[in-house]
């Protein structure tokens, strides 16, 4: 499939046949997919989580609107934003930078410096400044996540329909530390797709020359 023919392919699912699983060669290729994709900083704001319990998928569904395709899909992926590790005093960030190669010491501290000083400075310290910028990094791997899995004739549906407060308590997790930013199950359509509806590109797109 071309990238475009890809781009056809994904819809958003509303459910998926419980009987079909995806692969485990196919999942690992959708997680890594969406290890590499862009982040602010190269920070990788996110971390996943892959819920196949099937009480807690029930749960969930009960506060996400009731939609199926939580307990329909073959695979669960809850994207989770990070916030308090980037609020000072953490160590993820120096952990992201000790990752990466510097000619000199004193050139690995003043990178470390900067990013915090810079994000220190837009955000403040402020957990939904954080949030918003974090939820924001998390929208990436969730679209590289649905491209890959395309590719491989498996579909997704993005899924923010949800009491994100009793997600964080169902799947324990402290709001102050990480927030669910959002629901990608991954499985088999049952129901042909519809036809994508979109604004035309005329209406879309300006050139300024
Ligand atoms: C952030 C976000 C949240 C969404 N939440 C839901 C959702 O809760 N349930 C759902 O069925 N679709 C959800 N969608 C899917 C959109 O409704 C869908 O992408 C849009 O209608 C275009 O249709 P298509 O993806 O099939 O082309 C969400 C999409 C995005 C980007």
């Given amino acids: 499939m071309t990238h475009l023919e890809i781009m056809k392919f994904r819809h958003a699912c509303k459910i998926f046949d419980e009987n079909k699983k995806v692969g485990k060669a196919d999942f690992d290729a959708i997680l890594q997919a969406g290890i590499l994709a862009p982040s602010y900083m190269g920070l990788e704001h996110w971390d996943f989580l892959i819920v196949q319990n099937k009480a807690l998928r029930e749960q969930i569904r009960e506060k996400s609107w009731d939609q199926q395709q939580i307990t329909t899909c073959s695979h669960l992926v809850v994207i989770l934003a990070k916030i308090k590790e980037f609020k000072a005093g953490g160590t993820y960030i120096a952990e992201a930078i000790n990752r990466r190669s510097f000619a000199s010491e ?21 957990d939904e400044a954080i949030f918003h910028w974090s939820h924001a990094q998390c929208m990436f791997p969730a679209l590289v996540m649905m491209n890959e899995a395309a590719s491989r004739g498996i579909d997704s549906c993005p899924i923010e329909g949800f009491d994100r407060t009793a997600l964080n308590e169902i799947l324990g997790i402290d709001w102050n530390d990480r927030r669910v930013a959002l629901l990608v199950p991954f499985g088999y359509r049952v129901k042909p797709q519809p036809q994508k509806i979109r604004r035309s590109i005329d209406d879309v797109v300006k050139w300024i020359e």
């Fill in 106 to 126: 004193e050139k690995r501290a003043s990178a470390l410096k900067f990013y915090e000083d810079a994000i220190s400075g837009i955000f403040k310290n402020d």
